[in-house]
């Protein structure tokens, strides 16, 4: 049974031809996931404790300035002055965010935004997106905020992607039934690739 991250399943569903068929055999033959791997965990980890531990936005370019690589503390550097402008002037209120698995056929999808944050009293669940390399489009992040709404169930949410990247916001702004034809197209598809 596949079991795919959203971002994971949003760069297949925009991918065409062979880089498609190579997304799903790399997928296929990934092992389990790794933290020591996970190249952005650090940075992904202090945005989160800037709000469950209370702690100042100074505490991401702590983080920044411990990187010994040059490239990846610039790289820091970029996602933590884009955050900071995206939280700043806000008044947030955050708590943990739910997460859930979008279940179709034999695909298990796992939805797991990283911020569930209160916005001028409008509670919004958030995607963080952190990899330069894999373009957000408006395209991916409707997969990504329908698939999360349908997996969370909470309509009283707003859903949106943050490229840390570019510091865009995304929201959905599709066919909510369309979107689903298309997704549940590409699960069947993938399903098909995925026992080759």
């Not at 469950?52 to 100074?58: F, G, P, Q, V, Y």
């Not at 920044?64 to 002037?89: M, T």
């Not at 997460?99 to 797991?112: A, E, G, L």
Request: glycine letters at 6%; charged letters at 30%; proline letters at 4%.
């Amino acid at each position: 049974m596949p079991e795919l991250g959203v971002s994971e399943f949003s760069t297949i569903v925009v991918a065409s031809g062979k880089p498609k068929q190579t997304k799903i055999r790399n997928l296929s033959k990934r092992g389990p996931y790794a933290h020591y791997k996970d190249y952005y965990l650090q940075l992904r980890t202090a945005i989160k404790h800037l709000f469950t531990k209370k702690r100042h936005i100074s505490y991401l370019y702590e983080v920044c300035r411990k990187q010994k690589d040059s490239r990846k503390k610039v790289n820091f550097e970029l996602i933590a002055n884009n955050f900071r402008d995206w939280q700043s002037g806000k008044r947030i209120t955050a708590y943990t965010p739910p997460r859930d698995y979008y279940t179709y056929s034999q695909t298990s999808i796992n939805c797991n935004p990283e911020l569930h944050v209160v916005l001028n009293g409008k509670p919004r669940l958030v995607k963080l997106h952190f990899n330069g390399s894999e373009k957000m489009t408006q395209e991916r992040a409707n997969i990504i905020c329908s698939l999360t709404e349908e997996a969370i169930g909470g309509h009283e949410f707003e859903y949106s992607v943050l490229d840390l990247t570019t510091g865009k916001e995304f929201f959905f702004n599709g066919d909510y039934e369309k979107t689903f034809v298309r997704i549940n197209k590409e699960i069947k598809s993938l399903e098909e690739f995925w026992k080759k």
